[in-house]
């Protein structure tokens, strides 16, 4: 099975190749033979890298040890699903993911491209190929998981304990979904420059991908942000960690893809730049990836720190990065830019959205590269961290957050902005409401706090005046409005969606920094202590033992108005014996949409345990509003004119002429 | 105003707005990264009481003292020079003697540091990068065993 799962991989590595050349010719040659190779060998590359990959998750199921990868990551012990979910805890493994999400989405393009331009269509899978064969040469030369021991050792090393947790089943999958969606975009961008040739009908192809793949991003930061805050025991939901940036790059690029794509797919404007964001995304997932993998930063996140493989990835980038930007270079001038708009519309406010978002990508960029850059030309050693993104991300996305309610209301073309704003009214006054009352009712509100409040509530009011005005609230009789409230695209439901899910992750966020409360101190059993007018007591410290570690589980209950307890809570200090390693599991009670928070620390002389408790108010919006965010993003896909693979008809005859007419 | 004259006007607000954005980050560099010290650099480089760096070393063996609640005070040392640390909150998981920690903070006028977070290795493999050059650097590294 395991070499089976090898000679795939060494295979599927063949057929990139092939998938890079023979397209390409075709197109060049206007092959329709050639051309049509594409397609299948997208489909059985990705059958053979999925054969691959799932022989590798069998090995880790099996707890093959005879393979060097499973022996260091896994261990007979662990529960299976953490078996399983180990196949991508490690570098190689989650290397295989990669391409294994790399050739899905190629085959996907295989699938449901049928409708594509024959010779955009060769180009598009030539490119996605060429990335795939980068990578997978990669993997064979430097990263190969199917190395075998011999001797095989009895047992293996186990898992990073801080991996063996539901988090890393759900993680990396939705991450890479997200990253690697992105290189659609940039094979269809890179398509386009090798044909020298662009319209409103490459916007339409590509902004479902867009949406894809932001949707999973976007899902994949969350569930990353939620991960780090319950595992690592530190109470924060965000580091400004290289890593979790090296994300976040790609997420602010894409969302600004994501509306530029509109601009140009209704207004066929914004062409060029449209285009060349698209690549600039995916150039910041591959970023990401060089940065995680190579090990050039040491976080929690870089499994190995191995030179060769930092150089060969630094490569990779180099290529098509470079590449890519060198192919652009060359033909953008021929490319036909789009129409002039008046500045005041919603293209307008589109214009400014990517201004805003890629100059905030820019300045997450630097902090993020700026340390490596210091080091590599000067003996100091420097850190980038929150207070650097504090001053330079915070100022600018705040008139962005501002300015959102405003987009989806204004007309394109030309549009009234006092006529919106008194459309936007309502929101306002409810926002200025919601500052005063957090401002003179909460205790310990600073101004700050209280503008963030209100930002929140902003957004939140602004997105759903948004679905109002359309359908005609305050015009029409309320069966009317109803009706029209259904008959709107589902992508304006979409926006409002992904902007009401943007307010609730502000106020998520304004309401934990702003009015959370924290305590330290060191209990002795049957001791209370009051947070944020909550009592918990501190039951007692009583040993466990799980499958593969032993713990020392603190138990807490907290204490109704009544004095009995109204719920209970336990945190726990693990102890992996394999990898002698300590880690801390938090305790969490979610009460409303609030958590209170218990991290154990040290036990002392006398029997105490020093225990961190945090009330963080609202903190379950974080992660809420990008479910919502999810959510608008999955309306906007379900939209007609979006769908993938079904086009209208009226659709499929006008880009027949428009080919035809094509010299 | 003409068309052109429109058209200038948005881009040089948008090149103002990128040069204020780039002049933003550039004082945000100078003023809020932390630079890393090693206890022995801590003599030639001027670091002034209330100025963020990060300090690297490792914890000198014995020098762990838990005090009132949930204040610990430690000794960072690179085996040359040792510098006093305290922290209030709870220690990482692999916080140990004689291993390497990184620890962020500023010097109080006493000349003791105070941390307002530590960093320790993440599992037994691995030494927080910094720490491990410095220590190379010093001449005082070991390779760890497996």
Not at chain 1, 154 to 173: F, K, T, V, Y
Not at chain 2, 75 to 94: A, E, F, M, N, R
Request: proline share 4%; charged share 15%; hydrophobic share 50%.
């Amino acid at each position: 099975m395991v070499e089976t799962g090898h000679f795939a991989l060494v295979l599927a590595f063949a057929l990139s190749l092939v998938q890079t050349i023979v397209p390409l010719f075709g197109a060049r040659l206007n092959n329709q033979r050639l051309m049509a190779v594409g397609g299948p060998v997208a489909v059985t590359g990705f059958a053979l890298t999925a054969l691959s990959f799932a022989a590798l998750a069998s090995a880790y199921a099996s707890s093959d040890f005879s393979l060097a990868n499973v022996w260091e990551n896994s261990h007979s012990l662990q529960p299976l699903i953490y078996k399983i979910t180990g196949t991508w805890g490690n570098h190689e493994g989650s290397m295989l993911l990669w391409v294994l999400i790399l050739t899905f989405f190629g085959a996907l393009v295989a699938a449901f491209g049928s409708n594509l331009p024959a010779t955009l269509r060769a180009n598009v899978l030539a490119v996605q190929g060429a990335i795939g064969a980068a990578f997978f040469l990669f993997i064979l030369a430097t990263s190969n998981p199917f190395i075998r021991l011999n001797p095989a050792p009895i047992e293996g090393r186990d898992l990073n304990p801080i991996l063996q947790d539901l988090g890393l089943a759900i993680h990396p999958p939705l991450l890479y979904l997200g990253y690697v969606g992105f290189s659609i975009c940039f094979s269809f961008s890179v398509a386009a420059l090798i044909e020298g040739r662009i319209d409103a009908s490459w916007a339409r192809w590509v902004r479902p991908w867009t949406l894809v793949a932001w949707m999973f991003l976007t899902g994949g930061i969350a569930m990353g942000s939620y991960w780090a805050y319950y595992e690592l025991g530190w109470g924060g939901f965000w580091f400004w960690d290289p890593v979790e940036n090296a994300s976040f790059m790609p997420w602010l690029a894409g969302t600004a893809l994501l509306h530029s794509a509109i601009v140009m797919e209704k207004r066929s404007a914004l062409k060029i730049w449209t285009l060349l964001l698209a690549i600039l995304t995916f150039s910041l997932s591959l970023l990401g990836t060089f940065l995680v993998r190579s090990g050039v930063l040491t976080s929690v996140h870089a499994f190995a720190t191995d030179p060769t493989r930092g150089v060969f990835i630094l490569c990779i980038l180099t290529l098509f990065i470079g590449g890519s930007l060198a192919l652009f270079a060359l033909r953008a001038s021929k490319l036909t830019a789009g129409g002039l708009f008046h500045p005041i519309s919603r293209e307008g406010a589109l214009v400014l959205n990517n201004l805003f978002l890629t100059t905030a990508a820019a300045t997450v960029l630097v902090g993020t590269l700026y340390p490596l850059a210091v080091e590599a030309f000067s003996a100091d050693k420097i850190s980038v961290g929150a207070p650097f993104f504090n001053l330079t991300f915070a100022p600018l996305m705040v008139p962005l957050l501002v300015m959102v309610p405003f987009g989806p209301l204004l007309a394109w073309k030309r549009g009234d902005v006092f006529g919106v704003a008194q459309r936007l009214m309502v929101a306002f006054a409810a926002a200025l409401l919601a500052t005063l009352v957090t401002a003179l009712f909460i205790d310990g509100a600073s101004v700050l706090a209280a503008l963030g409040v209100g930002l929140a509530v902003w957004l939140i009011l602004g997105a759903l005046t948004d679905l109002a005005v359309k359908a005609g609230v305050g015009h029409a009789a309320t069966p009317v409005m109803a009706r029209r409230l259904v008959g709107l695209p589902r992508s304006v439901f979409g926006t409002a969606f992904a902007h009401l899910g943007l307010g609730l992750t502000v106020l998520g966020i304004v309401g934990t920094l702003c009015f959370g409360t924290e305590k330290i101190l060191s209990m002795h059993a049957g001791e209370t202590v009051e947070i944020s007018g909550r009592t918990v007591r501190f039951v007692g410290l009583y040993p466990a033992q799980g499958p593969n570690y032993s713990e020392d589980r603190g138990r807490f209950e907290l204490i109704g108005v009544s004095g009995s307890p109204v719920g209970e809570i336990s945190s726990a200090k693990r102890f992996y014996p394999v990898r002698q390693m300590t880690t801390t599991e938090s305790g969490i009670k979610t009460i409303g949409l609030s958590q209170l928070y218990i991290s154990l620390g040290d036990e002392g002389k006398d029997g105490s345990v020093v225990v961190r408790l945090w009330w963080k108010p609202l903190v379950t919006l974080i992660w809420g509003g990008g479910l919502v965010m999810m959510a608008g993003a999955a309306m906007s896909l379900m939209d007609r004119r979006l769908r993938v693979g079904a086009p209208s008809r009226r659709r499929k005859q006008t880009e027949a002429v428009a080919s035809a007419s094509q010299p | 105003m003409t068309r052109k004259q429109k058209r200038l006007s948005v881009i040089l607000g948008g090149l103002a707005f990128l040069a204020a954005a780039t002049g933003l980050t550039f004082y945000a560099l100078g003023q809020k990264a932390s630079y890393f010290y090693m206890p022995a650099d801590l003599a030639t480089a001027s670091v002034q009481p209330g100025q963020r760096i990060r300090l690297g070393g490792l914890v000198e063996k014995g020098t762990i003292q838990r005090g009132q609640g949930a204040t610990v005070a430690f000794s960072v040392t690179d085996t040359h020079k040792s510098v006093k640390v305290t922290y209030t909150g709870i220690l990482p998981d692999l916080f140990r003697e004689e291993q390497g920690v990184i620890t962020e903070g500023t010097f109080g006028p006493d000349g003791v540091f105070v941390a307002d977070s530590v960093l320790a290795k993440h599992d037994e493999r691995y030494m927080p990068k910094e720490v491990a050059e410095g220590l190379k650097a010093k001449g005082v590294w070991k390779e760890s065993k497996k």
